[in-house]
Nanobody
C-alpha cells in the first residue's frame, strides 16, 4: 500500500505564495509518478501539475503555468508544489496522487483515473 500526506496549505492573500508538500510512504519510491490535483467547491477535481518518476518530465496546467512549479526529493520521498502569485481562483483543496510508472519512467499522467493512490488533501484559500 501507499500512503500520501499533504501539508503546507493555508490562508494567503492574493499575490502571495505557498509551498505544498506531499510525503509518500509504503510501497512507493523513485518508480512512481507524482501529481497534484485540486478541487474547488461545486467543481470537478482538476489536474494541476505532475512530475515523471525519472524526474525528467513535468507538466503544468495552463491555468497555473508560470506561477506553479513542481519538484521532488527522492531521498525524502516527497513532492513539492511551489505556488507563487496566487489568485482567488486558486482556492481549492489540493490533492497529491501517485501511481507506479516503472514501465514508462518518462511519462507524465494528467487524468484522475490514471492515478491509483490519493492523499486526504490540504486546503488552500486565497483572499482577494
Amino acid at each position: 500500500q501507499v500512503q500520501l500526506v499533504e501539508s503546507g496549505g493555508g490562508l494567503v492573500q492574493a499575490g502571495g505564495s505557498l509551498r505544498l508538500s506531499c510525503a509518500a510512504s509504503g510501497r512507493t519510491g523513485s518508480g512512481y509518478v507524482m501529481g497534484w490535483f485540486r478541487q474547488a467547491p461545486g467543481k470537478e477535481r482538476e489536474f494541476v501539475s505532475a512530475i515523471s518518476s525519472s524526474g525528467s518530465g513535468t507538466h503544468v496546467a495552463d491555468s497555473v503555468k508560470g506561477r506553479f512549479t513542481i519538484s521532488r526529493d527522492y531521498a525524502k520521498n516527497t513532492v513539492y508544489l511551489q505556488m507563487n502569485r496566487l489568485k482567488p481562483e486558486d482556492t481549492a483543496v489540493y490533492y497529491c496522487a501517485t501511481r507506479d510508472s516503472r514501465d514508462n519512467p518518462w511519462r507524465v499522467y494528467t487524468r484522475t483515473p490514471e492515478y491509483d493512490y490519493w492523499g486526504q488533501g490540504t486546503q488552500v484559500t486565497v483572499s482577494s
